[in-house]
């Protein structure tokens, strides 16, 4: 089955830097673009990040110009650089492919705390 799987989360102090990523297992014929969402607990899950496979970015309001999506199609791979972190953006992290259907991975728990 298609898997995605999450590394780089933990805890990082206000003002700190992650880089998240997320490796795709299995073979896609098309997928259309690859994101992060996020969830916080009684929150909606809402996105944070979105590449399509031509490199196109989409970024919350809340992350844009502190946050950097990337990918490497190839490997059907995709990351999130996050810089200058906010207690808001404790989460849980999810990474989606878009193919026919949605995929997602697992979750990776980010923590901005002092």
């Known amino acids: 089955q298609v898997q995605l799987v999450e590394s780089g989360g933990g805890l990082v102090q206000p003002g700190g830097s992650l880089r998240l990523s997320c490796a795709a297992s299995g073979m896609f014929i098309r997928i259309y673009a690859m994101g992060w969402y996020r969830q916080a607990p009684g929150k909606q899950r809402e996105l944070v990040a979105r590449?399509?496979?031509?490199?196109?970015?989409t970024y919350a309001d809340s992350v844009k110009g502190r946050f950097t999506i990337s990918r490497d199609n190839a490997k059907n791979t995709v990351f999130l650089q996050m810089n200058s972190l906010k207690p808001e953006d404790t989460a849980v992290y999810y990474c989606?492919?878009?193919?026919?259907?949605?995929?997602w991975g697992q979750g990776t728990q980010v923590t901005v705390s002092s």
């Open positions: 989606n492919a878009e193919t026919y259907r949605g995929y």
């Open positions: 590449i399509t496979s031509g490199g196109t970015s």
